[in-house]
């Protein structure tokens, strides 16, 4: 079967950086199951799996703009640990900040004495994204889980 609009895909996958580094992999978080064109993944991992069909071994680049998007430095502010509402930050903590009348989920990229500076770019902004991936399945309906969460499939999330 073709992977068309509407169809549900199984995905076997690895995916990485431009210099190699895996970011993700079912083997680590099982295959990942989402149905093509409904924006239940990434822009371009919906469009090249499209017209692909079940079986297939599949390799290919996403660029940002089809992916977690470009970086945008304006995205990138300093506050002082008061301004922040903290009594001490470390690098990575995730914090929520207000740049230009807008709330953002930001994490904090660099700490200077009682400067914090955090970054509310999604990590892999401006990243392109190598993948290699299979397509396991490709049916009309979803796939039927194993999983006994009760919540009507397994992405992992539930806990169960």
């Known amino acids: 079967m073709i992977a068309d ?6 995905l076997e996958y690895k ?4 210099d190699g580094t895996l970011l993700g992999s079912s083997q680590y978080h099982g295959p990942l199951i989402f149905q093509v064109g ?13 017209g692909h069909e079940e079986g ?18 304006k995205l990138v502010s300093s506050y002082t640990l008061q301004e922040l509402g903290l009594a001490v930050a470390s690098v990575g ?4 900040v207000k740049i230009d009348d807008r709330w953002y989920n930001a994490y904090v990229s660099e ?5 914090v500076t955090v970054d509310a770019n999604h990590p892999l902004a401006g990243v392109p994204l190598h993948f290699e991936c299979s397509l396991v399945q490709v049916s009309e309906t979803p796939p039927v889980s194993s999983c006994s969460g009760g919540c009507g499939g397994c992405g992992g999330g539930c806990g169960s």
């Open 5 to 10: 609009a509407h169809k549900f895909v199984t």
């Open 15 to 18: 995916f990485f950086s431009p």
């Open 38 to 50: 409904v924006g239940e993944v990434i822009d371009g991992l919906d469009k090249r799996v499209l």
């Open 56 to 73: 297939e071994d599949l390799t290919f680049v996403i660029p940002p703009e089809e992916a977690y998007g470009e970086r945008d430095e």
């Open 93 to 96: 903590d995730r914090v929520q």
């Open 111 to 115: 700490v200077n004495g009682d400067r």
